[in-house]
């Protein structure tokens, strides 16, 4: 599968925690999850919360990985 920049520095990071954090590996593990998906809910939860009348945001790295 195909990732583009984003995608890959989400799988990067995610792929290293897992590494560090078995209870989160288990977690990352799952069938149903997905890199695709997982940057999808980023950003809707980002464009959820740009405030009205915005027509960007902007967004520290700390909270797309948390996001993540």
């Known amino acids: 599968m195909e990732f583009t920049t ?3 520095a989400i799988k990067n990071y995610l792929d ?3 590494e560090d954090d078995a209870q989160f590996a288990t977690t ?3 069938p149903n999850k997905n890199i695709k998906e997982c940057c999808k809910y ?3 939860q ?3 919360n740009k405030p009205k009348g915005e027509r ?3 967004v520290s790295d700390d909270e ?3 996001l993540a």
Do not use: D, M
Request: net charge positive; proline share 0%.
């Open 46 to 48: 980002v464009e959820k």
């Open 6 to 8: 984003f995608e890959t």
């Open 28 to 30: 990352y593990a799952k």
């Open 42 to 44: 980023i950003f809707q």
């Open 16 to 18: 290293k925690r897992a």
């Open 56 to 58: 960007c945001v902007g």
């Open 64 to 66: 797309v990985f948390g």
